[in-house]
């Protein structure tokens, strides 16, 4: 078996044999992607979180049917606020329906 962990250097550059890319290439690459999910945590944590979810949003969160939504609204299963022909939902009012539904005991070892 070759020796693939040997060291050459070429210019200012240390290579592995039958190596394509540098170790610093790989070092500038790893800095590079730190520095772009740093960005993009940054950003997420800097919007705004949404007060109000949509019906589509709600069946799309919960997987469940438009009829499924029209009856928790009709027997007041979960709270809503009508504007302009739009239901809108609260997420806290979401989470206590699902805090409420949750069944058995959380068993850590």
Partial sequence: MSKVHEL???GNKQLL?????????LR??????????KRLLDAAANQP???????YEVEEFLGISSNTLLTWRNNG????????GIYYYDP??????LQSKKHGNLKIK
């Fill in 8 to 10: 050459q250097t070429v």
């Fill in 92 to 97: 806290g009012d979401i989470e206590k329906l």
């Fill in 49 to 55: 979180v949404k007060k109000w979810l949509k019906s």
């Fill in 28 to 37: 500038d690459f790893k800095t590079e992607l730190l520095v772009s999910f």
């Fill in 77 to 84: 299963t979960l709270p809503y606020s009508p504007l302009g």
């Fill in 17 to 25: 044999l039958h190596q394509l890319v540098t170790l610093e290439d």
